[in-house]
């Protein structure tokens, strides 16, 4: 918590205060924007492996599978940061 408005704030879950969801939000928003940022490392990352599974057939869809893995990622976090700001 970085300050008391935020601990008022707080919300309780099966007896365990969590942080303000609102500032949950904020937060992961702005770390996942950061620069170097996690999204912008994933989306040009992305490519590149996909170039390699057409230059190397034999592996060809272990690249396919973690392009498709690291796209997970990146969604999963921005279906986090959405729940929170609807919360």
């Known amino acids: 918590m970085s ?11 099966d ?3 969590q942080t303000n969801p609102q500032l949950i939000a904020q937060q ?7 620069a170097p940022s996690l999204h912008k490392a994933i989306t040009n990352f992305v490519p590149m492996i996909e170039e390699y599974a057409l230059k190397d057939k034999a592996r060809a869809s272990r690249y396919m599978q973690v392009a498709e893995t690291l796209r997970k990622v ?14």
């Open 3 to 13: 300050s008391w408005e935020d601990f008022l704030k707080a919300r309780y879950y």
């Open 15 to 17: 007896g365990a205060m």
């Open 28 to 34: 992961l928003r702005q770390d996942f924007s950061k």
């Open 74 to 87: 990146a969604g999963e976090i921005k279906d986090l940061i959405v729940e929170y700001e609807r919360s």
